[in-house]
């Protein structure tokens, strides 16, 4: 029975490249925490604030791993560029990042720390440039 119900996960999952699973799981989660605000579960921006900074975040993602491609003459890896704008919506929730990156502090959330994480993350999507299927 165990046996039977992992290999239909198996064959479940393995329709989808692990990157497509990250961005769809990672996009659930921001569209729950996006829910959550818009409910008063969670206090922090607004909807309309919360959906802007995703946005904001996704194209200054995907549009620095497209430049930087033309720059150096690779091919950028799109989906982990997603990932990487997801990756930085999760972080960014915390209103205590926030205010310690607006005003610069040293520490967790400063904004040496935010350049340091976006650009080492932008390293690793270029370290995948084949994924594997």
């Given at each position: 029975?165990?046996?039977?119900?992992?290999?239909l996960?198996?064959?479940?999952?393995?329709?989808?490249?692990?990157?497509?699973?990250?961005?769809?799981?990672?996009?659930?989660?921001a569209?729950?925490?996006?829910?959550?605000?818009?409910?008063?579960?969670i206090?922090?921006?607004?909807?309309?604030?919360?959906?802007?900074?995703?946005?904001?975040?996704?194209?200054a993602?995907?549009?620095?791993?497209?430049?930087?491609?033309?720059?150096?003459?690779?091919?950028?890896?799109?989906?982990?560029?997603?990932?990487?704008g997801?990756?930085?919506?999760?972080?960014?929730?915390?209103?205590?990042?926030?205010?310690r990156?607006?005003?610069a502090?040293s520490?967790?959330?400063?904004?040496?720390?935010?350049?340091?994480?976006?650009?080492?993350?932008?390293?690793?999507?270029?370290?995948?440039?084949?994924?594997s299927?």
């Amino acid at each position: 029975m165990i046996a039977k119900v992992r290999d239909l996960l198996d064959r479940q999952l393995g329709r989808v490249t692990m990157y497509r699973l990250v961005s769809i799981v990672l996009g659930v989660l921001a569209a729950i925490y996006i829910l959550f605000s818009a409910t008063g579960v969670i206090d922090g921006l607004s909807v309309g604030h919360e959906v802007l900074s995703l946005a904001v975040l996704l194209v200054a993602s995907y549009a620095s791993s497209r430049i930087f491609g033309l720059i150096w003459r690779i091919k950028p890896h799109g989906e982990s560029s997603i990932i990487t704008g997801l990756l930085l919506n999760s972080d960014k929730a915390k209103p205590c990042s926030i205010r310690r990156t607006t005003l610069a502090r040293s520490g967790r959330g400063s904004s040496s720390q935010i350049w340091d994480f976006m650009a080492n993350a932008w390293l690793r999507s270029w370290i995948a440039l084949d994924p594997s299927p």
